[in-house]
């Protein structure tokens, strides 16, 4: 395959994939936001490219990830980069999620760290808790493509039943 049609295939690919796929450079500002970034956390491409990550990290964790990542881009190394991680985040209607993702450092030729790519799994299941009398739980299959009407985080419906987390695997 030539390689300009080989560059137009990896573009594809990532653009369209349904799982989020993040890049983000050496000062921590966003590069790549696919449809599946998208859709998992409710920021358009056009407003998410350019932003720093912390669109999508919690307020109280942004000090503490921003010190970790800044070594990770000094050091080269990350000790997360073989298995899943899962961590909170935020969704642009500030509903947090808790995602699982993998990180993978991207370098120049030369070996220098360029920045981190993350790739988190499409949306297969919610796990709702309701807070109130009982602390009722209230698990759901999620089809994106015909449930978000009633179970995509922020919809009204998840509002009144007083959400306070939901966790995307």
């Given at each position: 395959?030539?390689?300009?049609?080989?560059?137009?295939?990896?573009?594809?690919?990532?653009?369209?994939?349904?799982?989020?796929?993040?890049?983000?450079?050496?000062?921590?500002?966003?590069?790549?936001?696919?449809?599946g970034a998208e859709r998992i956390f409710g920021y358009k491409a056009k407003k998410a490219v350019g932003q720093s990550f912390d669109i999508i990290i919690p307020e109280k964790l942004r000090a503490s990830h921003t010190k970790g990542y800044h070594k990770v881009m000094a050091?080269?190394?990350?000790?997360?980069?073989?298995?899943?991680?899962?961590?909170?985040?935020?969704?642009?209607?500030?509903?947090?999620?808790?995602?699982?993702?993998?990180?993978?450092?991207?370098?120049?030729?030369?070996?220098?760290?360029?920045?981190?790519?993350?790739?988190?799994?499409?949306?297969?299941?919610?796990?709702?808790?309701?807070?109130?009398?009982?602390?009722?739980?209230?698990?759901?299959?999620?089809?994106?493509?015909?449930?978000?009407?009633?179970?995509?985080?922020?919809?009204?419906?998840?509002?009144?039943?007083?959400?306070?987390?939901?966790?995307?695997?």
């Amino acid at each position: 395959m030539h390689m300009n049609g080989k560059a137009l295939l990896y573009q594809q690919i990532v653009e369209n994939a349904q799982d989020a796929i993040i890049f983000r450079n050496r000062d921590g500002f966003i590069e790549i936001w696919n449809t599946g970034a998208e859709r998992i956390f409710g920021y358009k491409a056009k407003k998410a490219v350019g932003q720093s990550f912390d669109i999508i990290i919690p307020e109280k964790l942004r000090a503490s990830h921003t010190k970790g990542y800044h070594k990770v881009m000094a050091t080269g190394s990350t000790r997360y980069g073989k298995e899943l991680l899962g961590v909170p985040g935020v969704r642009k209607n500030g509903v947090q999620i808790s995602i699982e993702f993998s990180i993978l450092l991207v370098r120049f030729p030369s070996g220098e760290v360029w920045g981190a790519a993350a790739i988190i799994p499409g949306i297969l299941f919610l796990g709702f808790k309701k807070i109130g009398p009982g602390g009722l739980a209230i698990p759901a299959s999620f089809d994106p493509d015909h449930d978000k009407r009633i179970f995509f985080p922020g919809d009204d419906f998840i509002k009144k039943l007083h959400i306070r987390d939901v966790r995307i695997c």
